[in-house]
C-alpha cells in the first residue's frame, strides 16, 4: 500500500514564502515524475510544477521565477518553494506522484494543504 502525504500549507502575507513538503512511503520500487497542483474555489485543478526523476522540471507561467520545485529520490519527498507569493496562489495544492508498486505503474494523490495568501 502506498501513502502519499503533503505538508508545510498555512497563512503567509503576501510577498511571503512557504515550503511544501509531499512524501511518498509504503511498497515503493520506483517513482518517476513528481508534481504539484493546485485548486482555487470553484475552479479546475491546474498543474503548477512538475518535475522528472532526473530533474527536469516545467512550471505554469503564472509561478515562473517565484516558485522552484525540487525532490530528493533516497526520501521519495517532492518540495515546492513558494516565494513571492500573491493572493491569487490561495488555493488548495496536491501533490501527485507517478508509483511503481506491487501492482504496477500507478497514479497517487495527497490529501492537499491548504495555502492562503492574505493580509
Known amino acids: 500500500q502506498v501513502h502519499v502525504v503533503e505538508s508545510g500549507g498555512g497563512l503567509v502575507q503576501p510577498g511571503g514564502s512557504l515550503r511544501l513538503s509531499c512524501a511518498a512511503s509504503g511498497t515503493i520500487f520506483s517513482i518517476n515524475a513528481m508534481g504539484w497542483y493546485r485548486q482555487a474555489p470553484g475552479k479546475q485543478r491546474d498543474v503548477v510544477a512538475t518535475i522528472t526523476r532526473r530533474g527536469s522540471t516545467n512550471y505554469q507561467d503564472s509561478v515562473k521565477g517565484r516558485f522552484t520545485i525540487s525532490r530528493d529520490n533516497a526520501k521519495n519527498t517532492v518540495y515546492l518553494q513558494m516565494n513571492s507569493l500573491k493572493p491569487e496562489d490561495t488555493a488548495v495544492y496536491y501533490c501527485?506522484?507517478?508509483?511503481?508498486?506491487?501492482?504496477?505503474?500507478?497514479?497517487?494523490w495527497g490529501q492537499g494543504t491548504q495555502v492562503t495568501v492574505s493580509s
Open positions: 501527485n506522484v507517478e508509483i511503481f508498486g506491487p501492482t504496477g505503474w500507478g497514479d497517487y
